[in-house]
């Protein structure tokens, strides 16, 4: 079964350092967004909506809003839906950040699932396809699981373990 990937959003921002920012997107993964190079590359003028991003005093109130990068320091004027002047928070696309990102060196997993559905797997003489296979992800998803490349949503990593290894899951919150 193929898996489709998701469109890029932010869920949370980890981090904002030097006009760096870490975030985890919807696909479980924390990437780090140099946002110092992305702003040059787009070669800013003084009457670009997005130039007052260029000072670290305005760039750090980034915020998560609307699942991407937003500052609400940084007014734009658009029209709403009656045509009237409205100002909006500038925002990034996801996507754009997305493919200007790189998968974070600093990722801190908190629960390493990798290592027990690959210890679980192999226990079961499962080829990491087979059990793509049985639980309708991916060979490719699986191996970044393995690797703690990325978390699964939990509805994701009930069908792997659930259904592709036999096993029950018991999650508590403390």
């Not at 479980?28 to 009457?47: A, F, H, Q, V, Y």
């Not at 109130?61 to 991407?68: A, D, E, G, I, L």
């Amino acid at each position: 079964m193929k898996q489709v990937m998701k469109i890029p959003r932010i869920l949370q921002l980890k981090s904002v350092e030097d006009f760096r920012v870490t975030c985890i997107f919807n696909n479980g993964e924390t990437r780090e967004i140099d946002c110092k190079k992305l702003l040059s590359n787009w070669k800013l003028t003084p009457d670009d909506p997005a130039y007052p991003l260029l000072k670290w005093e305005v760039f750090k109130k980034v915020r998560v809003y609307n699942q991407t990068l937003s500052w609400k320091n940084v007014p734009i004027t658009l029209l709403d839906i009656n045509g009237t002047p409205k100002d909006f928070p500038f925002e990034i696309d996801p996507v754009i950040l997305y493919q200007n990102s790189l998968p974070s060196k600093k990722t801190r997993h908190l629960f390493h699932f990798g290592n027990i559905i690959k210890k679980e797997r192999l226990r079961k003489g499962l080829s990491q396809q087979e059990l793509a296979n049985l639980s309708g992800t991916s060979k490719t998803y699986i191996s970044r699981i393995e690797n703690n490349a990325i978390e699964p949503e939990l509805s994701t990593l009930y069908k792997i373990v659930s259904i592709g290894l036999g096993k029950r899951i018991s999650v508590q919150i403390k």
